[in-house]
T-cell receptor
Framework: EAGVTQSPTHLIKTRGQQATLRCSPISGHTSVYWYQQALGLGLQFLLWYDEGEERNRGNFPPRFSGRQFPNYSSELNVNALELEDSALYLC???????????????FGPGTRLLVL | AQSVTQLGSHVSVSEGALVLLRCNYSSSVPPYLFWYVQYPNQGLQLLLKYTTGATLVKGINGFEAEFKKSETSFHLTKPSAHMSDAAEYFCAVSMEYGNKLVFGAGTILRVKS
């Protein structure tokens, strides 16, 4: 069974540009989560999507946004990039809310974003 | 609010020795608890989880953890360390609402030959 996949693996942008990161969940999972792992800041929750709807949002500015597509894949957009946005962005997926294991998240390999 | 504290940002053990990584949590409701491992330049891999039921949970690669409600702890152990266990380990608790995971700061495990 294929795991969570993310693309691209690395992304280099300059300050002020926009970045788009993509994630495909494990087959059958309807929930997708985004986390930021920045040096010195640990793992921080960004967003949670389930069945195409945003269910929860972390303490990040509005320039961090995303969406979930009908096939449950997801996209994270970061506008007006700042140097401190440089981080590893991890996507995770889990079964839907109706499933007993809906709180168990499986992570992808991440996208490393570097803002120059 | 739920939180996780991992005692010791770095732990060093000899190959073949016991591995003990400490995790304490705070939660106002029965928690869902997880341990993840992260190898360099990779994502997080689920080691084990506690949801309900048996308080001693076994995971992959010979790891296990025991949920102790009275101590609000969920320490990770492995009887005999291997060189391949060298990595960073994260303890996490699932929020009551919103499904988000709250992570500890991580513990880097070093295994000496």
């Amino acid at each position: 069974e294929a795991g969570v996949t993310q693309s691209p693996t690395h992304l280099i942008k300059t300050r002020g540009q926009q970045a788009t990161l993509r994630c495909s969940p494990i087959s059958g999972h309807t929930s997708v989560y985004w986390y930021q792992q920045a040096l010195g800041l640990g793992l921080q929750f960004l967003l949670w999507y389930d069945e195409g709807e945003e269910r929860n949002r972390g303490n990040f500015p509005p320039r961090f946004s995303g969406r979930q597509f009908p096939n449950y894949s997801s996209e994270l957009n970061v506008n007006a990039l700042e140097l401190e946005d440089s981080a590893l962005y991890l996507c995770a997926s889990s079964p839907g809310l109706a499933e007993p294991s809906h709180k168990t998240q499986y992570f992808g390999p991440g996208t490393r974003l570097l803002v120059l | 609010a739920q939180s996780v504290t991992q005692l010791g940002s770095h732990v060093s053990v000899s190959e073949g020795a016991l591995v003990l990584l400490r995790c304490n949590y705070s939660s106002s409701v029965p928690p869902y608890l997880f341990w993840y491992v992260q190898y360099p330049n990779q994502g997080l891999q689920l080691l084990l989880k506690y949801t309900t039921g048996a308080t001693l949970v076994k995971g992959i690669n010979g790891f296990e953890a025991e949920f102790k409600k009275s101590e609000t702890s969920f320490h990770l152990t492995k009887p005999s360390a291997h060189m391949s266990d060298a990595a960073e380990y994260f303890c996490a608790v699932s929020m009551e609402y919103g499904n988000k995971l709250v992570f500890g700061a991580g513990t880097i495990l070093r295994v000496k030959s």
